[in-house]
């Protein structure tokens, strides 16, 4: 194990030092100098300050990094940097992204194709089984399966994906010493083998409530986009595709019913258009372009669907040549006023004609 490694844990130790200190100070010093530097050069990085700068300098605790790299050697878990290749690239455009990763598996990080699939854990029938079918689905494309290992529509997921021998990553809110909820453990070894476990967490670190957020962020990151298959109006699914969002990834959520307090949170994503309609997974592999058949656009929308209003019929024809459209351009022509116009835009994502994109872009559904 190299010293940049040791002194890269040491500094995940730090107090007052998240992941996104820890990169402003490893733009200007190496590992080992960030502990050698004098206060007034840390505190210069903007960013740092007097308190952190004390925070480093103050730190002799390296008996805990010294643990870990006994803990790595044991059990056979890679420590990976930001800046070594296996690291997930996709996590290099967000904004916090980990300064160090342990990962116990065979499957790539960088995979062409990730998906991250997520929802409460306490799902209905119908969403366990719908996420059993958008598994097995997906799968076929060889897509890698993301989530967290938690109870219900993320134990779902990683499951199917394993029966139909695809690979799948579970992104875990405490170390790779133990696994939770407890109950998993088979999962998770089974998944070693076919995908892998991987977290920013040394060992012994418990899976804290405030953990899951930083968890979440990773899934959300290193990821494609993010499917949320049942939510309620609060937890964990929702922290995600925010993240999801302010990455500038797509998010897509699945309707269900306007009384199931199960979708609530899906219906709010939605609402919001902080996601787009998930219709099937046809439409999800074509809108993140990952099928290569081209399918005729839907130009018979208005006979399909003779209950369209006028309004809605003017945005049809609108995006008849197949290209998308940004909504306010969509108002501008159509004459809508916004509010209107965002109601009529939900509408017709209801009711599977259209499409929505990042950026407030939409076209006919395909």
Partial sequence: MSDSLFYLIALTSVPQIGPV??????????????????????????????ERARAIQQFNDFSLAEAELRFLETHQVQAIPYDDPRFPQRLLHCYDP???LYYQGTASLNASRMLAIIGTRQPTEQGSCLTEQIV?????????????????????????TLKMQGQTIGVLAHGLDRIYPNHHRKLAQAMRSSGGLLTEFKHRTEPD??????????VAGMTDATLVIESGEKGGSLITANLANQYNRDVFAVPGRVNDPKSIGCLQLIRNHQASVFTSSHDLLTALGWLDEKKPVAIQAMTLFPELNDEEKKIIDL????????????????????????????????????VSLPGKQFRLRT
């Fill in 136 to 160: 097995e689905e997906l799968t076929k494309q060889d897509v890698m399966i993301v989530s967290g290992l938690a109870q219900g529509i993320d134990a779902i997921a990683h499951r199917q």
């Fill in 21 to 50: 200190q820890a990169r402003l100070m490893l733009q200007h010093f190496s590992p080992a100098e960030i502990f050698r530097a004098k206060r007034s050069d840390l505190q210069r990085i903007e960013g740092i300050g007097t």
């Fill in 319 to 354: 995006l008849k040549n197949g290209e998308s459209m940004q909504q306010d351009v969509i108002g501008w022509k159509t004459g809508l006023p916004a509010s209107k116009l965002s109601g009529r835009l939900l509408e017709l994502e209801m009711k599977g004609v259209v």
């Fill in 98 to 100: 980990p300064i160090l």
């Fill in 209 to 218: 409530r405030y953990h899951f957020p930083a968890r979440n962020r990773i």
